[in-house]
């Protein structure tokens, strides 16, 4: 199945939010990455950092689906996206050998 990346990063109003309020949105976004992974699909999500451990790199998700469309259709379901939280862009990743990873497997 091919493997798409969703690059981010927060928008200049997600910025001024409250620690407590950004916080409260990542753990909507936690909780909707646990459910479509308890769903069965590969999907994985993680900020970025820079050389000294500082957050602010923005953040990425990979995971699979089975076309573009249905990519698409599954990140306009994150809540930072939902709430226009973020800037994003959707890639679908393909391997320089033509290799597909096995992530489908994951759960077994």
């Known amino acids: 199945m091919p493997i798409f990346i969703k690059?981010?990063?927060?928008?200049e109003?997600?910025?001024?939010l409250s620690n407590s309020e950004r916080k409260k949105f990542l753990l909507m976004h936690k909780e909707w990455v646990k459910n479509i992974s308890k769903s069965g699909h590969y999907i994985h999500s993680g900020y970025l950092i820079n050389e000294k451990k500082r957050p602010g790199?923005?953040?990425?998700?990979?995971?699979?689906?089975?076309?573009?469309?249905?990519a698409r259709k599954i990140i306009k379901n994150d809540p930072m996206i939902k709430h226009e939280l973020v800037i994003w862009d959707l890639q679908e990743w393909i391997s320089i050998d033509g290799s597909q990873p096995r992530f489908s497997n994951h759960l077994g």
């Open 13 to 16: 109003k997600t910025l001024e």
């Open 57 to 70: 790199g923005g953040g990425l998700l990979i995971f699979e689906a089975k076309d573009y469309l249905t």
């Open 7 to 11: 690059t981010e990063k927060f928008k």
